[in-house]
């Protein structure tokens, strides 16, 4: 079966300093992953390598079997035109979630459903509902943002990002701006995706929700993927003394409410 991303040998250095070191990685169809590791051990540059904010140094991706770039005198070049299209079939939802202050929940959603893909308004606004309606906002869809929780907006923000059909959702830390009350809803929101099908990378600090909804966590460290497995393994019998480390004092069973 082919997987929805697949990543070979993925290097990433900005100037003299080597983030990834070569990373393989497999996100199979309908799979939520969950990436770990210490602050600047490269999580969020690995997403934005996914979808091609970050041009890899080296190494390859797919997504659903298409080869991301073209390979050209053994390496990969890559054209701006195709980095657009392929930036579509990719949803990515960050810890800030930048919503038009300047319109109405509705239209934040529809925006880039008319603008990128071309949709109709009817259409648009038919496809914003029926996401607003999966992440219980259906009845905000004429509040401006201002008027939302932190929650509800990053709410909004994952609705506009489904809204679009993405293949692949990326989630950077997307609760760890909220305050504490507010965390439970978006990942609840975030564990309904996943029972639907949804295929999902997720950087995260919620070890709880890496332990109840990741089918796959991985533990990035030093540039490479240190460890990664079903989350049981990983979490409750790391095999290295970092990963225990970084988990010791987390509490492995815990969603937020
Ligand atoms: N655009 C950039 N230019 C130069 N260095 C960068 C850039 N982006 C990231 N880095 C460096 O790459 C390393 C990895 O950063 P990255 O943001 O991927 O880490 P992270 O695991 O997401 O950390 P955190 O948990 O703090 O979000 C860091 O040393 C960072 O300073
Ligand atoms: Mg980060």
């Given at each position: 079966?082919?997987?929805?991303?697949?990543?070979r040998?993925?290097?990433?250095?900005?100037?003299?300093?080597?983030?990834?070191?070569?990373?393989?990685?497999?996100v199979?169809?309908?799979?939520?992953?969950?990436?770990?590791?210490?602050?600047g051990?490269g999580?969020s540059?690995?997403?934005?390598?996914?979808?091609?904010?970050?041009?890899?140094?080296?190494?390859?991706?797919?997504?659903?079997?298409?080869l991301?770039?073209?390979?050209?005198?053994?390496?990969?070049?890559y054209?701006?035109?195709?980095?657009?299209?392929?930036?579509?079939?990719?949803?990515?939802?960050f810890?800030?979630?930048?919503?038009?202050?300047h319109?109405?929940?509705?239209?934040?959603v529809?925006e880039?459903?008319?603008?990128?893909?071309?949709?109709s308004?009817?259409?648009?606004?038919?496809?914003?509902?029926?996401?607003?309606?999966r992440?219980g906002?259906?009845?905000?869809?004429?509040e401006?943002?201002?008027?939302l929780?932190?929650?509800q907006?990053?709410?909004?923000?994952?609705?506009?990002a489904l809204?679009?059909?993405?293949?692949?959702?990326?989630?950077?830390?997307?609760?760890?701006?909220?305050d504490?009350?507010?965390?439970?809803?978006?990942?609840?929101?975030?564990?309904q995706?996943?029972?639907?099908?949804?295929?999902?990378?997720c950087?995260?600090?919620?070890?709880?929700f890496?332990y109840?909804v990741a089918?796959?966590?991985?533990?990035?460290?030093d540039?490479?993927?240190?460890?990664?497995?079903?989350?049981q393994?990983?979490?409750?019998?790391?095999?290295?003394?970092r990963v225990?480390?970084?988990?010791?004092?987390?509490?492995?069973?815990?969603?937020?409410?």
């Amino acid at each position: 079966m082919t997987n929805a991303v697949e990543i070979r040998g993925l290097r990433k250095s900005f100037s003299d300093l080597e983030v990834l070191k070569g990373i393989d990685l497999d996100v199979a169809e309908g799979e939520a992953v969950v990436l770990l590791g210490s602050s600047g051990s490269g999580k969020s540059t690995l997403l934005r390598c996914i979808n091609f904010m970050e041009e890899p140094t080296a190494g390859q991706i797919r997504l659903n079997g298409d080869l991301i770039g073209t390979e050209q005198g053994g390496r990969m070049r890559y054209h701006e035109a195709d980095l657009c299209k392929l930036r579509t079939r990719i949803g990515m939802v960050f810890q800030h979630f930048n919503l038009f202050p300047h319109m109405t929940v509705l239209e934040n959603v529809m925006e880039g459903q008319t603008i990128v893909l071309g949709r109709s308004k009817a259409e648009a606004k038919d496809k914003a509902m029926t996401q607003l309606l999966r992440v219980g906002l259906e009845m905000k869809a004429e509040e401006y943002p201002a008027r939302l929780s932190g929650g509800q907006k990053q709410r909004v923000a994952i609705a506009r990002a489904l809204a679009m059909d993405p293949e692949v959702m990326l989630f950077d830390e997307v609760t760890s701006a909220l305050d504490p009350e507010l965390v439970g809803e978006v990942l609840k929101t975030m564990l309904q995706l996943a029972e639907d099908g949804m295929t999902m990378v997720c950087v995260t600090h919620e070890i709880g929700f890496a332990y109840h909804v990741a089918n796959k966590v991985c533990f990035l460290h030093d540039g490479l993927i240190l460890e990664q497995g079903a989350p049981q393994f990983v979490l409750q019998t790391p095999e290295t003394q970092r990963v225990r480390d970084f988990l010791a004092g987390h509490s492995l069973f815990k969603l937020p409410n």
